[in-house]
């Protein structure tokens, strides 16, 4: 790493004359060149073993072909010598410790290292690395970079920690941070190695933070905030600077609206990003590497002095498809599921935008109002590479909806099936771009989870929050959804403006006749960058304890219900739905284990 001499590296060059340093690359993309080997230069790190002595190898043998290679390895065909010992990779029959040890990196901080084999549970006496040719280096290198962790990195970028989450403590939701993931994938594409740090799925805390920090030497920092985890985002800047010094960068959807009061707020934070950020952070890291003013660079907003600096705004990504796909080999896939199985799941988000004109949704404030798709058979072809590296077959989209575009849904889920892509996976749906031949093909597909936002079983407020949807549609899809055999997750937000008892009430009887598989009754939340909020900052009534903004805390009163009745109405929400007798012996029978986890956080006080 430049300015780090704490290793030592052994470069292969695979294409001569390409520059780049592409120790962690993302897997190429299908019809894309393999960038293992076709461009830039490939350095490697080592990894920790005990110290090496001089005794003799019993694995191997110091002369050629004496023994047979250990279990897993297999001859040594198709590659020089040379580049063999420069990746590493030590032909069986031509082992021994001292050319091991010729082979190792000397650093005074961790002891003795070799380049690491293949992780087949080999020791230090059995270090043979060979390989066929330059598709199993390939196959190498990926397993490598998956392999390796808490070392030296360019760009650290973190998830701050969340101890606070009810869904996280108790129905174990763990889903992956896509944002991140995204970023990485772009900064790796460009040869830039990164690391990524994922405290929620950790647990980690900010001394471990600080540990990583020390352990990485990151140049540069990116940390995720969210607006009820800001709080934990900017105690996350302060762990890095008292670990180390280098540059940090905040970004995500509350960053975005409330980039001038972080920054005169907190000295720690050098720059915020606006809107989409992985082409801004790329380019913040080229300027600060360059030593070039970032003030042009396009999303950024940063302190000059005292003064906040606010760049342009950084253009919408227009071709989704040209993005990499997420860096998923920096996370370890087991620390992700939903609910207490032993299921992983990963995330795939198919577009960005939002064309509607909901008053309690930052969607199309932070990306846009003109929905961009990637193609339905580039998201199939991630799918495929999901299966393929991870062995993943549960796939949640996180799309803000899914159904948006019907007709996209239709060409995705007709592929799936002509592919005979075995997946089981859920999204979310809107009830007006729905209809019972999309769900028969989604159910065909794999599908077997919609998540649709009710928002309220009064047509009056969801005309009043702009949702555009109609009582008798809401009706329609989930009676539908559930003759395909469908899971149903329906979501209501209790308190939104005009909200009185009688009309809470009335949502809540709603939703039990809909007899949705699950029900979220969620508080109405403010959050930064909707309508919603900017008509309650109006009114100067709106507390900002940013760490309350968790749709469990009502913050905003109706013209008819207090703070204290809004929470009542919410418990007794989660206690009419879920301990309805015949609830509880549907949803043993569909879901066993689960449901008891599920029932002990959503009737809790």
Not at 354 to 370: D, K
Not at 422 to 441: E, H, N, Y
Request: hydrophobic share 35%.
């Amino acid at each position: 790493m430049p300015g780090n001499p704490r290793f030592a590296h052994n470069p292969i060059p695979l294409h001569p004359g390409r520059p780049g340093d592409l120790r962690r690359h993302a897997p190429s993309r299908p019809g894309q060149p393999d960038p293992y080997l076709h461009s830039g230069t490939i350095t490697f790190r080592p990894l920790p073993y005990p110290p090496l002595n001089d005794a003799p190898n019993p694995a191997v043998s110091m002369n050629p072909g004496e023994n047979d290679p250990p279990p897993g390895v297999h001859a040594h065909r198709g590659i020089s010598w040379r580049s063999a010992k420069n990746i590493g990779a030590v032909p069986a029959g031509r082992t021994h410790l001292r050319l091991i040890q010729r082979l190792s990196h000397q650093n005074p901080d961790r002891g003795n290292f070799f380049p690491a084999p293949r992780r087949c549970g080999q020791f230090p006496g059995r270090i043979p690395v060979v390989f066929k040719g330059l598709a199993s280096i390939a196959a190498y290198l990926y397993e490598y970079m998956a392999y390796v962790s808490l070392m030296t990195a360019d760009v650290l970028l973190i998830n701050p920690p969340d101890q606070k989450s009810k869904y996280k403590k108790y129905l174990n939701i763990r889903i992956p941070p896509l944002g991140i993931l995204y970023i990485a994938a772009v900064l790796e594409q460009h040869g830039i190695s990164v690391e990524v740090m994922d405290c929620a799925a950790e647990d980690s805390d900010y001394g471990d933070i600080a540990e990583r920090v020390r352990e990485a030497d990151p140049f540069l920092v990116g940390i995720t905030a969210t607006t009820p985890l800001i709080g934990e985002a900017l105690q996350s800047a302060e762990a890095v600077k008292r670990a180390a010094d280098p540059y940090i960068v905040l970004g995500g959807p509350h960053a975005t609206f409330m980039h001038h009061d972080i920054l005169r707020e907190n000295r720690a934070i050098d720059f915020v990003i606006k809107g989409e950020g992985e082409y801004t952070f790329l380019n913040l890291y080229r300027a600060l590497r360059a030593d070039r003013d970032p003030g042009a660079v396009d999303g950024l907003v940063f302190r000059s002095g005292e003064r906040i600096v606010e760049n342009c705004d950084s253009a919408c990504i227009e071709d989704l498809n040209s993005l990499p796909y997420p860096a998923r080999h920096l996370i370890p896939k087991e620390n992700y599921r939903i609910f207490d199985t032993s299921v992983p799941i990963a995330t795939v988000i198919c577009s960005r935008g939002c064309p509607m004109q909901c008053s309690f949704c930052a969607s199309s404030a932070l990306h846009g109002r003109r929905i961009r798709k990637r193609s339905p058979a580039d998201v199939v072809a991630e799918i495929q590479h999901i299966q393929e590296t991870l062995g993943i077959s549960t796939i949640a989209f996180m799309d803000d909806t899914f159904t948006l575009i019907p007709g996209w849904v239709e060409e995705f889920c007709s592929l799936l099936i002509k592919r005979g892509v075995d997946i089981t996976w859920g999204c979310t749906a809107r009830v007006d771009r729905i209809d019972s031949d999309l769900i028969g093909l989604m159910k065909k597909a794999g599908c077997d989870t919609l998540f649709i936002g009710v928002e309220s079983g009064d047509q009056e407020i969801l005309d009043r929050i702009k949702k555009g949807t109609r009582i008798d549609q809401i009706k329609t899809v989930f009676a539908t959804a559930h003759e395909y055999g469908m899971r149903t997750i329906a979501s209501i937000a209790l308190g939104l403006p005009g909200e009185t008892r009688e009309t809470a009430k009335k949502s809540i009887s709603f939703v039990k006749s809909l007899k949705a598989s699950y029900a979220l009754f969620s508080v109405a939340t403010p959050y930064p960058g909707t309508e919603f909020y900017n008509n309650v900052q109006e009114t100067g009534k709106l507390q900002q304890n940013w760490s309350n903004f968790d749709l469990f805390t009502p913050l905003v009163e109706t013209v008819n219900l207090k703070l204290e009745e809004i929470r009542e109405l919410q418990k007794k929400a989660y206690r009419e739905f879920y301990l309805r007798p015949i609830y509880i012996l549907r949803s043993l029978a569909r879901e066993g284990r689960p449901f008891f986890h599920t029932m002990r956080v959503l009737i809790s006080p």
